[in-house]
């Protein structure tokens, strides 16, 4: 995973609690990368992870809130940094169904090496889509966040229904959208 995830996961700790939480989780997490990261490397997804876990025990809130807050975060965070990518979109379907032959192209050029999970998009309606994630990270959550940041960036209202898919694993899920 790119280590803009996680510098990305550092800041919103910092922004909600500060740097002595930030310390500590990472502290505490016991990273093989002793918790430095930059942009452009790669760490194992499983940092992240750590670090969720140990902010859930110090916040009292569950790993699946605060991940998919993260995923809100992230969404925010990366319309700020890569602008050109929502350039002329007007809802989050049109957002949403860009992200895996477009956005996650570019991801490809900017970082080599990355990874990004698949996402099969399928309109049905204009007010309904069905969104196939597939990832061997498993982080659905962080998925769901970023379709409730995208929803939010258009202000609408999307009601998100999902599903493990297959071995029920989380390696494949789907998310079925419908707008509200």
Known sequence: MKGMVFTSFLYLIEERYGLDMVESVIEEAKLPSGGIYTTVGTYS???LIDM????????????ENLTK?????????????????IEG?????????RVDGFIHAEVRKLYPGA?????KCERYTD?????????PRCMGDIAEGLIQGCASHYGEKIIIRREKVGDKSGSTERFLLTLG
């Open 69 to 85: 807050t993260f995923g809100i975060y992230l969404f925010a965070e990366l319309i700020a940094a890569y602008p050109q990518w």
């Open 52 to 63: 969720i876990v140990v902010l859930s025990k110090k916040t009292n809130i569950s790993t």
């Open 89 to 97: 979109l007007k809802s989050s379907f049109e957002l949403l169904k």
């Open 115 to 119: 990874a990004p999970p698949k996402l």
């Open 127 to 135: 007010t309904t889509m069905e969104l196939v994630y597939e990832s």
């Open 45 to 47: 997804h499983t940092e």
